[in-house]
């Protein structure tokens, strides 16, 4: 299949699932319906201005600006983390235009939107590097599909998007079936657990959008997390308890992963060290949400 192809197949299969999983919460229907045009139109329109915000210049004001910049079709000229924040605006839209909560929709198409995003990262085989990680020397057993992806010159390139299309497979499949689960949790975990692998895949990437060392998709989910957790904390009230210290504890590690992608880019720090040390930052920051919905859960 063409990339075009492949990212057709996904938005049908999110939005069946979307729509299985709302009847199934004996929701109504209608809602996420009118959802399904909303996610498209603020997935495209956030994607692509998020990329165009990120690299305003003033030379860019032309009078071809409107045709080659605000509306230009380069694949890597997108953001994903841009797209996902649409696709849960458009949620949230089609909820408020309905009278309805957004919540559970949010619940509902958390797991389908997981599934759309692992579509998107597969398509990616179609797109040369966009992808693809560190080169893979000729002759190493990990040189091969699909560990590895081949450009048409027969050099193998680190499957970054294939990576990153398995977590999503995984958190897809994970919140799908887990039960038990708080109003809003599922969205919520879903969200926690896309963007705190991708903060790991975006330092692997070889094509990225960047400002010098910083990956700015990578910025973007760190300070996802961040605000996730501060609105966590927000919330709570509960005596001899330090209400913001989580947030202190992410910020923490965030500053962790922020000298780790200086040192990977500046220091002779072997690699492996420096991720290790990224996975224990990540590790911690899962550990401090997790504490602060816990600590929600008991003020509730």
Same mark, same amino acid.
């Given at each position: 299949?063409?990339?075009?192809?492949?990212?057709?197949?996904?938005?049908?299969?999110c939005f069946l699932y979307d729509l299985l999983r709302v009847k199934r919460a004996a929701l109504p229907v209608k809602t996420c319906l009118i959802s399904l045009p909303l996610i498209l139109l603020c997935a495209i329109v956030l994607s692509r201005l998020t990329y165009v915000l990120c690299f305003l210049d003033l030379e860019m004001f032309d009078e071809y600006w409107v045709e080659d910049v605000l509306l230009s079709k380069k694949i890597t000229e997108f953001s994903v983390f841009g797209g996902a924040v649409g696709a849960c605006l458009g949620v949230y839209l089609a909820a408020r235009l309905t009278h309805a909560r957004s919540l559970p929709y949010l619940d509902a198409f958390a797991p389908a939107g997981a599934l759309l995003l692992c579509g998107i990262r597969i398509a990616e085989i179609h797109q040369g590097r966009l992808g693809a &990680?560190? *080169?893979?020397?000729?002759?190493?057993?990990? =040189?091969?599909?699909? /560990? @590895?992806?081949?450009?048409d010159w027969g050099e193998a390139f680190l499957s970054v998007f294939l990576l990153e299309a398995a977590v999503a497979l995984l958190v897809a499949i994970l919140f799908s079936v887990l039960p038990g689960l708080k109003a809003g949790r599922c969205f919520t975990y879903t969200v %926690? *657990?896309?963007a705190l692998p991708q903060i790991f895949f975006e330092s692997l990437r070889a094509i990225s959008m960047r400002w010098g060392f910083v990956h700015?998709?990578? #910025?973007?989910?760190?300070?996802?997390? %961040? /605000?996730?957790?501060?609105? &966590?904390?927000?919330?709570?009230?509960? @005596?001899?308890?330090?209400?913001? #210290?989580?947030? #202190?504890?992410? $910020? &923490?590690?965030?500053?962790? $992963?922020?000298?780790?992608?200086? =040192?990977?880019?500046?220091? =002779?720090?072997?690699?492996?060290?420096? *991720?290790?040390?990224?996975?224990? @930052? /990540?590790? &911690?920051? @899962?550990?401090?949400?997790h504490y602060t919905l816990h600590r929600l859960d008991r003020a509730e």
């Amino acid at each position: 299949m063409t990339y075009g192809t492949m990212l057709i197949v996904s938005i049908l299969v999110c939005f069946l699932y979307d729509l299985l999983r709302v009847k199934r919460a004996a929701l109504p229907v209608k809602t996420c319906l009118i959802s399904l045009p909303l996610i498209l139109l603020c997935a495209i329109v956030l994607s692509r201005l998020t990329y165009v915000l990120c690299f305003l210049d003033l030379e860019m004001f032309d009078e071809y600006w409107v045709e080659d910049v605000l509306l230009s079709k380069k694949i890597t000229e997108f953001s994903v983390f841009g797209g996902a924040v649409g696709a849960c605006l458009g949620v949230y839209l089609a909820a408020r235009l309905t009278h309805a909560r957004s919540l559970p929709y949010l619940d509902a198409f958390a797991p389908a939107g997981a599934l759309l995003l692992c579509g998107i990262r597969i398509a990616e085989i179609h797109q040369g590097r966009l992808g693809a &990680g560190m *080169y893979i020397p000729e002759g190493s057993p990990q =040189a091969r599909f699909p /560990l @590895a992806n081949t450009n048409d010159w027969g050099e193998a390139f680190l499957s970054v998007f294939l990576l990153e299309a398995a977590v999503a497979l995984l958190v897809a499949i994970l919140f799908s079936v887990l039960p038990g689960l708080k109003a809003g949790r599922c969205f919520t975990y879903t969200v %926690l *657990y896309l963007a705190l692998p991708q903060i790991f895949f975006e330092s692997l990437r070889a094509i990225s959008m960047r400002w010098g060392f910083v990956h700015i998709e990578q #910025l973007f989910c760190g300070l996802l997390v %961040l /605000l996730m957790v501060f609105l &966590g904390c927000r919330k709570v009230h509960m @005596a001899f308890t330090p209400r913001f #210290l989580p947030v #202190l504890g992410v $910020i &923490g590690c965030i500053g962790i $992963i922020v000298f780790v992608e200086f =040192a990977l880019d500046k220091f =002779a720090i072997p690699d492996l060290l420096c *991720y290790g040390i990224m996975i224990l @930052a /990540l590790s &911690g920051m @899962a550990v401090l949400e997790h504490y602060t919905l816990h600590r929600l859960d008991r003020a509730e």
